[in-house]
Every structure is written in structure tokens, then in C-alpha cells.
């Protein structure tokens, strides 16, 4: 799958809550539609992240793994 992502923060080397503390702030600053990659090495972002988006009306678009590293791609919500 290959998603054109607008902005990308890595939260590689932090743990639970601070990948969805970071991408809370980050995608601020982006607009509705915009699509933000968060690369992460917490396995617990599979859970989180898409319980985080369903909560604040942002979409998660997918959840990438490869070698222990996690992609998830966030669309922002209206």
C-alpha cells in the first residue's frame, strides 16, 4: 500500500501515552483530509491509535509493520 502522507513524526524510542500525545499536537497543525504518518516502535500504537482516532473523529488509514517499526498513516478529520 503506498499513501501519500502530508507530514511524518517519529515517535521511534517512545512508549505509551506519547505517540498519540505527539500526534495529537502534530496534526493540529494540518488541515482537514491531510494525511500524517507516524512512525513508531510501540506495539501498543496498533491498539492505540486507531481507538485515539476513533475518539477524535480522525480516520486511521492504515497500520504498516516491518521489522518491529510501525507506519501508521492518520487522515485528519473535519
Do not use: F, N
Not at 502530508?6 to 496534526?27: F, H, R
Not at 488541515?31 to 491509535?49: F, H, T, Y
Not at 477524535?56 to 510501525?70: P, R
Request: glycine share 8%; with cysteine; hydrophobic share 35%.
Amino acid at each position: 500500500m503506498s499513501i501519500k502522507a502530508d507530514a511524518t513524526l517519529d515517535c521511534v524510542g517512545l512508549y505509551c501515552p506519547m505517540p498519540i500525545v505527539q500526534t495529537a499536537t502534530k496534526i493540529k497543525e494540518l488541515d482537514p483530509g491531510q494525511v500524517l504518518e507516524v512512525l513508531a516502535d510501540d506495539k501498543g500504537i496498533q491498539l492505540d491509535m486507531p481507538a485515539w482516532c476513533a475518539s477524535t473523529g480522525h480516520e486511521c488509514l492504515a497500520i504498516e509493520e516491518e521489522g518491529g517499526e510501525y507506519r501508521v498513516y492518520v487522515k485528519k478529520g473535519s
